[in-house]
């Protein structure tokens, strides 16, 4: 004899298993895209010091140069956002057989994935571009 519970638990393990293994996948993936979007983002932005410098010999001000930097690297974090959400979409609503109690296209999820890879190329734009601006104008000019 068993109770009504444990039942219940015995029939919906296989589900709750596969929910379990998606979601640590999900994060899993989570992580490795933001390692290798601030790589990506880090070494162009490391790439275009010397222009950054160049800028600077021409009278840029460090500020309006970041600012510049870091809008480019919000377009680009946007334009990949616009691109991969929906695709993202399709294939969530391919998977909801394999998810338990749980929907496939849950907005905190999508919301909070999309903060987070913002947030990296941010950061991911911000750090060098802040190295770059403090390179010395005359060595940038000597490079060219």
């Known amino acids: 004899m068993t109770t009504m519970k444990e039942l219940i638990r015995s029939n919906?393990?296989?589900?709750?298993?596969r929910t379990e293994l998606m979601g640590t996948f999900s994060l899993t993936g989570l992580i490795l895209a933001t390692a290798g979007l601030y790589g990506v983002v880090a070494y162009a932005?490391?790439?275009?010091?010397?222009?950054?410098?160049?800028?600077?010999?021409?009278g840029a001000q460090r500020s309006d140069?970041?600012?510049?930097?870091?809008?480019?690297?919000?377009?680009?974090?946007?334009?990949?956002?616009?691109?991969?959400?929906p695709i993202a979409l399709a294939v969530a609503q391919g998977l909801r057989s394999l998810l338990y109690?749980?929907?496939?296209?849950?907005?905190?999820?999508?919301?909070?994935?999309?903060?987070?890879l913002v947030g990296v190329?941010?950061?991911?734009?911000y750090i060098p571009a802040r190295r770059a601006t403090k390179v010395d104008p005359?060595?940038?000019l000597r490079y060219e």
């Open 138 to 140: 005359i060595a940038a």
């Open 121 to 125: 190329v941010l950061a991911a734009t």
């Open 101 to 116: 109690e749980v929907s496939p296209t849950h907005p905190t999820i999508f919301v909070g994935a999309s903060l987070v």
């Open 45 to 58: 932005v490391n790439r275009r010091r010397f222009e950054i410098g160049i800028r600077m010999a021409l």
């Open 65 to 85: 140069v970041l600012k510049m930097i870091l809008r480019q690297g919000l377009v680009l974090a946007l334009c990949g956002l616009g691109i991969g959400l």
């Open 12 to 17: 919906l393990s296989g589900r709750q298993f």
